[in-house]
Nanobody
Framework: QLQLVESGGGLVQPGGSLRLSCAYS????????IGWFRQAPGKEREGVSC????????NYADSVKGRFTISRDNAKNTVYLQMNSLKPEDTAVYYC????????????????WGQGTQVTVSS
């Protein structure tokens, strides 16, 4: 059973940092693009970042460029989202998703989704 599990969320003050992890259970996800989406209360889900299967291509939403960094370690079956200079508007549930198409995963999410991890930025 393919599974994506997010971790690393929590409560952090504005300006702080968190690193989210997305661990995947199926080795063939090495060939999948992995994306991060988020959904704040009362808002639609939005794409945050995406990384290709090789790690050679990445994309970021304008709202997080220069603050967030996505990376992957296929040896550990894990994708990371390093979030720095966090703002209250980054508060949301963050989901990772996996898909065969990089573009589709970037724009709409992939075929597989995790359960999400809560990130709250507040003083």
């Amino acid at each position: 059973q393919l599974q994506l599990v997010e971790s690393g969320g929590g409560l952090v003050q504005p300006g702080g940092s968190l690193r989210l992890s997305c661990a995947y259970s199926k080795i063939t996800l090495d060939y999948y693009a992995i994306g991060w989406f988020r959904q704040a209360p009362g808002k639609e889900r939005e794409g945050v970042s995406c990384i290709s299967s090789s790690g050679g291509s990445t994309n970021y939403a304008d709202s997080v460029k220069g603050r967030f960094t996505i990376s992957r370690d296929n040896a550990k079956n894990t994708v990371y989202l390093q979030m720095n200079s966090l703002k209250p508007e980054d508060t949301a549930v963050y989901y990772c998703t996996a898909g065969r198409s990089y573009v589709a995963t970037l724009l709409r999410g992939g075929d597989y989704w995790g359960q999400g991890t809560q990130v709250t930025v507040s003083s």
